[in-house]
């Protein structure tokens, strides 16, 4: 069985976060870990609070699980904080993970703000350039080449842009741009993209789908697929995982995690 660690903040709600991924996990067969880096209250509605965790016990989990579990693949999800992106990129540093998804989580569902400001500079600088891949909405991609993102052709010239803070190829996810299309647009180095794209679907349930989406991710290159499969795989699970979900709670509900289909 491969192994694989998500570092990202706890959903009390099980719909995103540690939660999603652990489950994400579950139903592609791989064996799920994890470093909780910050707990936050919050169910379908929105984000009551967060709390995060310090930085000598991100640490400690991060050496309890390498020293022992070595991941396949590591997923990076919600880092909250300068100190506590700092202590991360010095466990990445020590023990030389090969395959890191990024998710830049910034901002949540209920627009509560995930990330901090002086943060993003450190993500940037520290995360980014460890990565294999990364995985930001447009609005992410947005905050990180400082710059608005209105269609596909920007989304390609922003790809291209965050690949060379380091990282060896980006996604960008396009959901929520204008239209009855998602556009998802990957970018593999030297002028070569990839377009996911499917009909956008009318639900209500989408909490968690970027974490979903990129833990889904990180479970295929666990399994050993290159990136583009890893990715393809991924863009079917989250489209059937939205298609199948069913309405949990009062407002943004989750996906359906164990959807059926795709965990071979």
């Given at each position: 069985?491969?192994?694989?660690?998500?570092?990202?903040?706890?959903?009390?709600g099980?719909?995103?976060?540690?939660?999603?991924?652990?489950?994400?996990?579950?139903?592609?067969?791989?064996?799920?870990?994890?470093?909780?880096?910050?707990?936050?209250?919050?169910?379908?509605?929105g984000?009551?609070?967060?709390?995060?965790?310090?930085?000598?016990?991100?640490?400690?989990?991060?050496?309890?699980?390498?020293?022992d579990?070595?991941?396949d693949?590591?997923?990076?999800?919600?880092?909250?904080?300068?100190e506590?992106?700092?202590?991360?990129?010095?466990?990445?540093?020590?023990?030389?993970?090969?395959?890191?998804?990024l998710?830049?989580?910034?901002?949540s569902?209920?627009?509560?703000?995930?990330?901090?400001?002086?943060?993003?500079?450190?993500?940037?600088?520290?995360?980014?350039?460890?990565?294999?891949?990364?995985?930001?909405?447009?609005?992410?991609?947005?905050?990180?080449?400082?710059?608005?993102?209105?269609?596909?052709?920007?989304?390609?010239?922003?790809?291209?842009?965050?690949?060379?803070?380091?990282c060896?190829?980006?996604?960008?996810?396009?959901?929520?741009?204008?239209?009855?299309?998602?556009?998802?647009?990957?970018?593999?180095?030297?002028?070569?993209?990839?377009?996911?794209?499917?009909?956008?679907?009318?639900?209500?349930?989408?909490?968690?789908?970027?974490?979903?989406?990129?833990?889904?991710?990180?479970?295929?290159?666990?399994?050993?697929?290159?990136?583009?499969?890893?990715?393809a795989?991924?863009?079917?699970?989250?489209?059937?995982?939205?298609?199948?979900?069913?309405?949990?709670?009062?407002?943004?509900?989750?996906?359906?995690?164990?959807?059926?289909g795709?965990?071979?």
């Amino acid at each position: 069985m491969k192994l694989a660690l998500t570092i990202a903040g706890s959903d009390s709600g099980g719909g995103a976060g540690i939660q999603a991924d652990l489950k994400t996990f579950f139903s592609h067969g791989v064996y799920g870990m994890s470093v909780i880096t910050s707990v936050t209250a919050q169910n379908t509605l929105g984000v009551l609070g967060v709390q995060n965790i310090s930085e000598d016990m991100v640490y400690l989990q991060m050496k309890a699980v390498f020293e022992d579990l070595f991941p396949d693949a590591v997923k990076i999800g919600m880092v909250s904080t300068k100190e506590i992106t700092e202590v991360i990129s010095k466990g990445l540093e020590e023990y030389k993970p090969g395959k890191i998804v990024l998710d830049p989580v910034m901002v949540s569902k209920s627009a509560h703000r995930l990330l901090e400001k002086e943060a993003i500079k450190t993500l940037i600088e520290k995360l980014v350039p460890k990565a294999l891949i990364i995985t930001p909405n447009r609005e992410e991609a947005e905050v990180i080449v400082e710059r608005k993102i209105q269609n596909v052709e920007e989304m390609k010239k922003a790809a291209k842009d965050i690949a060379k803070l380091g990282c060896r190829t980006v996604l960008i996810k396009g959901g929520h741009l204008e239209g009855n299309k998602a556009v998802d647009v990957l970018y593999l180095g030297e002028d070569n993209y990839v377009f996911f794209e499917e009909e956008k679907i009318n639900t209500k349930n989408t909490h968690g789908t970027g974490c979903t989406f990129s833990a889904a991710i990180c479970a295929n290159l666990a399994k050993g697929m290159d990136v583009k499969k890893a990715v393809a795989y991924a863009k079917l699970y989250i489209t059937r995982a939205i298609e199948t979900s069913e309405d949990m709670g009062r407002g943004w509900g989750p996906v359906n995690h164990f959807c059926i289909g795709f965990n071979n």
